[in-house]
C-alpha cells in the first residue's frame, strides 16, 4: 500500500469493494449520517438473567481459572491500558498455526456483516485459550492442540444479525468471557447488548450467563470493555453512554459521555474512567457517590483547543475521523495519573488528572490521526504508539520529545503490545507484523502475513504470540 494514498481513498475503496489490498479503519464502518443516533439514548436497559438453574449446569470446556489467571485480561492488558505483558514473546517469527474464521465448521446464521475481517484483538484465558471476534459475527473460543496446522473450536457465540465488530473480548478471573454485540450493521437503528459468556456444558454453542440490552438506538457496539479490579465492567454504547456493570449483570451506574464513542474506555486508581469521544473530547467521568445510579463528567479536554503548529490534513466524513475532530484511540494512564492519547488530528497528548494539558507531540499529519493506543514502558519513561502516518513512535513521556520513530510503508492502526524483555510487536495496514527493540527501535523480526493486520498482537503464557488479519484468519506465531 503506497504511503500516498490517502486515507479517505483507501477505506472507502475498501467499503465499496474496489480492491482486495485495501481495508477499513477502525472505525470507517459507519458510512451513513450518524447525527441522527448520536441524538438518541438508551432508554430502557434491560438485563437478561440466565434461564432458572443454568447457574448449576456443570461447564465442561476449558476455564481460564482451571490453569491460573487470565494472560490478557482485556484490551491493552490491564484496566489503565498499559500494554505490557509479563510474558515474554517470541523474537523470531514462524506461523505455527492458524484457525479460518471464514471456514469455522459451524454455520453462521444471519451474519452481522458480510466482511470475513478481523480488527479486533484476542483475550487470553490462564489455560491458553484464545477469545476473539470477526466481523461476521463470532466470537470464538480457540485451543491450540500443541501440534498440527490448525487451532482447534472449543466453542463459539453468535447472537443472529449482530456483530461485536471492533471490540476485545474481557476474560474475568473466574473464566467469564465479557464482549457487546449491535444489530443494525452501520444503520441508526443499530442497537448493542452486552454480554456475559460461559463455556457451554455439551456443543459448541456458548453458554449465556446473562446479557444487557442498551436499548433501541443504542449504536453501533464496537468499544471493548475494561474491568476494574472489584470486577466491575466499564463499557460506553455506540452512542456514547458508560455503563459500570457488576459481575452478575446488575447496571451500576451509567453516565453520557460523547455522542459517539468506539474506544475501550481506561480507569484510574482512583476510580475515575476516561473515555475519548469522536466528537471533540477527552472526557473523565467520575462515579456516583454512594447508592447513586448517574456518574458525572469531572472535565472534558477539547483536542481543538490544542492543535500544535504543524497545519492538519482533514476531509469531509465519511469515514468517520477524517474531519481531524476527536479520538478513536483508547487513553492510557501512568502511574502519576498522566493520561496519555492520540487524536483523529494527528496530535499525541499528556493530559493531567485535572484535565490541563502536559505537552502533545506532532506526529506526520495523515487522514483520520492516531487510532493507537499506547504502551508505557515499565519505568514510565516511554510512550509507544503507532499512526496512520510515519510507522511506530517512542516518546519521552516527561515532555513528550521523540526518542526514535521506526517508519512503515503503510498505516498502522494496531496498538502496541511489550513483552517482558522489551520487545515491541505491531501489526500494520501493509500485512507485515514487526518486532522491535523498544530501547532502540531497530527491528527484530518482520513476517510477511499476506494480509492486512489491524489486530494488536496477543502474547500467551508459553510466549506464542496471536494476532488476525482481514482475511478472516487468527494467526499464532512462536519460534520452531
Known amino acids: 500500500?503506497?504511503?500516498?494514498?490517502?486515507?479517505?481513498?483507501?477505506?472507502?475503496?475498501?467499503?465499496?469493494?474496489r480492491s482486495a489490498r485495501?481495508?477499513?479503519?477502525?472505525?470507517?464502518?459507519?458510512?451513513?449520517?450518524?447525527?441522527?443516533?448520536?441524538?438518541?439514548?438508551?432508554?430502557?436497559?434491560?438485563v437478561t438473567p440466565p434461564p432458572s438453574g443454568s447457574q448449576n449446569r456443570p461447564v465442561t470446556a476449558s476455564l481460564p481459572s482451571a490453569s491460573g489467571p487470565p494472560a490478557k485480561y482485556m484490551y491493552q492488558m490491564d484496566p489503565q491500558h498499559l500494554g505490557r505483558s509479563s510474558v515474554a514473546g517470541p523474537r523470531q517469527a514462524a506461523l505455527?498455526?492458524?484457525?479460518?474464521?471464514?471456514?469455522?465448521?459451524?454455520?453462521?446464521?444471519?451474519?452481522?456483516?458480510?466482511?470475513?475481517?478481523?480488527?479486533?484483538?484476542?483475550?487470553?484465558?490462564?489455560?491458553?485459550?484464545?477469545y476473539i471476534g470477526n466481523f461476521p459475527g463470532n466470537l470464538f473460543a480457540l485451543r491450540d492442540p500443541g501440534s498440527g496446522s490448525s487451532l482447534e473450536l472449543a466453542w463459539r457465540f453468535h447472537p443472529p444479525g449482530a456483530s461485536p465488530f471492533h471490540a476485545t473480548p474481557a476474560v474475568g478471573?473466574?473464566?467469564?468471557?465479557?464482549?457487546?454485540?449491535?444489530?443494525?450493521?452501520?444503520?441508526?437503528?443499530?442497537?448493542?447488548?452486552?454480554?456475559?459468556?460461559r463455556a457451554p456444558s455439551n456443543g459448541r454453542d456458548a453458554q449465556v450467563v446473562w446479557s444487557v440490552d442498551f436499548g433501541e438506538r443504542s449504536g453501533r457496539q464496537t468499544a471493548s470493555p475494561t474491568l476494574g479490579p472489584d470486577g466491575t465492567i466499564y463499557v460506553p454504547s455506540g452512542v456514547g453512554k458508560?455503563?459500570?456493570?457488576a459481575p452478575d449483570g446488575s447496571v451500576k451506574w451509567t453516565a453520557q459521555t460523547g455522542p459517539t464513542v468506539k474506544t475501550s474506555p481506561a480507569l484510574a486508581a482512583d476510580g475515575t474512567v476516561y473515555v475519548s469521544s469522536m466528537d471533540g473530547n477527552l472526557c473523565a467521568v467520575s462515579p456516583p457517590p454512594g447508592t447513586g445510579d448517574e456518574g458525572s463528567i469531572?472535565?472534558?479536554?477539547?483536542?481543538?483547543?490544542?492543535?500544535?503548529?504543524?497545519?492538519?490534513?482533514?476531509?469531509?466524513?465519511?469515514?468517520?475521523?477524517?474531519?481531524?475532530?476527536?479520538?478513536?484511540?483508547?487513553?492510557?494512564?501512568?502511574?502519576?495519573?498522566?493520561?496519555?492519547?492520540?487524536?483523529?488530528?494527528?496530535?499525541?497528548?499528556a493530559v493531567t488528572a485535572t484535565g490541563s494539558i502536559k505537552w502533545l507531540f506532532e506526529a506526520e499529519r495523515e487522514l483520520g490521526g492516531i487510532w493507537s493506543s499506547a504502551v508505557l514502558s515499565p519505568d514510565s519513561s516511554t510512550l509507544y504508539f503507532g499512526a496512520d502516518k510515519g510507522g511506530i513512535y517512542a516518546l519521552n513521556a516527561a515532555d513528550g520529545t521523540q526518542r526514535w520513530r521506526f517508519d512503515i510503508y503503510g498505516s498502522v492502526y494496531t496498538s502496541p503490545v511489550l513483552d517482558s524483555r522489551g520487545t515491541l510487536y505491531t501489526g500494520s495496514t501493509v500485512g507485515h507484523l514487526f518486532a522491535l527493540d523498544a530501547a532502540t527501535g531497530q527491528r527484530i523480526f518482520d513476517w510477511d502475513a499476506g494480509a492486512p493486520i489491524w489486530t494488536t498482537p496477543s502474547i500467551r503464557a508459553d510466549g506464542s504470540l496471536v494476532t488476525g488479519d482481514t482475511r478472516g484468519r487468527v494467526l499464532l506465531l512462536g519460534t520452531v
Open 96 to 130: 505455527l498455526r492458524t484457525f479460518d474464521t471464514t471456514n469455522p465448521g459451524v454455520d453462521t446464521p444471519e451474519p452481522g456483516d458480510a466482511r470475513p475481517e478481523i480488527q479486533s484483538s484476542a483475550a487470553i484465558g490462564g489455560d491458553g485459550t484464545i
Open 298 to 349: 469531572k472535565w472534558k479536554f477539547d483536542f481543538g483547543e490544542h492543535l500544535g503548529e504543524m497545519p492538519l490534513v482533514t476531509a469531509t466524513p465519511p469515514p468517520p475521523g477524517v474531519d481531524g475532530i476527536g479520538s478513536g484511540a483508547s487513553p492510557t494512564i501512568g502511574p502519576d495519573g498522566t493520561i496519555y492519547v492520540g487524536a483523529n488530528n494527528s496530535n499525541f497528548y
Open 173 to 197: 478471573r473466574d473464566g467469564t468471557v465479557y464482549i457487546g454485540f449491535s444489530t443494525g450493521g452501520m444503520s441508526v437503528d443499530a442497537r448493542g447488548t452486552f454480554y456475559a459468556l
Open 242 to 245: 458508560l455503563y459500570a456493570i
Open 22 to 46: 485495501v481495508f477499513p479503519l477502525f472505525a470507517v464502518t459507519v458510512i451513513i449520517a450518524l447525527n441522527a443516533a448520536c441524538g438518541q439514548q438508551a432508554t430502557t436497559v434491560t
Open 1 to 17: 500500500m503506497a504511503r500516498g494514498t490517502t486515507f479517505a481513498n483507501r477505506h472507502l475503496s475498501s467499503i465499496y469493494g
